[in-house]
Nanobody, 123 residues
Framework: QVQLVESGGGLVQAGASLRLSCSAS????????MGWFRQAPGKEREFVAS????????YDAVSVRGRFSISSDNAKNIVSLQMNNLKPEDTAVYYC????????????????WGQGTQVTVSS
């Protein structure tokens, strides 16, 4: 089992930055990919970004490209999401996810999820 705990959410104004972190514990050695999804009220869950832990290859959604970046500190089992130039449409609960397989978008939905952290962007 893998446990994931997110931190770093909050309320900011449009144009501001936030950094989300996800701390993993448990059987982390078996993880291949970690990443982030988000879900806004009344909307479907949306893939945000993922990173392959061994190679550092990253993948992100078109909606956040150029504004968000994902990184990992494998020694500390932490994955971070740097979010710049936030927009009101980025308002959502952000969930950290992990898998023993590569996941990108809706391909290979990860089995491990955190509880989520709220990000609210005011206009």
């Amino acid at each position: 089992q893998v446990q994931l705990v997110e931190s770093g959410g909050g309320l900011v104004q449009a144009g501001a930055s936030l950094r989300l972190s996800c701390s993993a514990s448990g059987r982390t050695s078996s993880m291949k990919t970690m990443g982030w999804f988000r879900q806004a009220p009344g909307k479907e869950r949306e893939f945000v970004a993922s990173i392959t832990l061994s190679s550092g290859d990253t993948y992100d959604a078109v909606s956040v490209r150029g504004r968000f970046s994902i990184s990992s500190d494998n020694a500390k089992n932490i994955v971070s999401l740097q979010m710049n130039n936030l927009k009101p449409e980025d308002t959502a609960v952000y969930y950290c996810a992990a898998s023993q397989r590569l996941f990108v978008g809706e391909y290979n939905i990860p089995p491990y999820w955190g509880q989520g952290t709220q990000v609210t962007v005011s206009s």
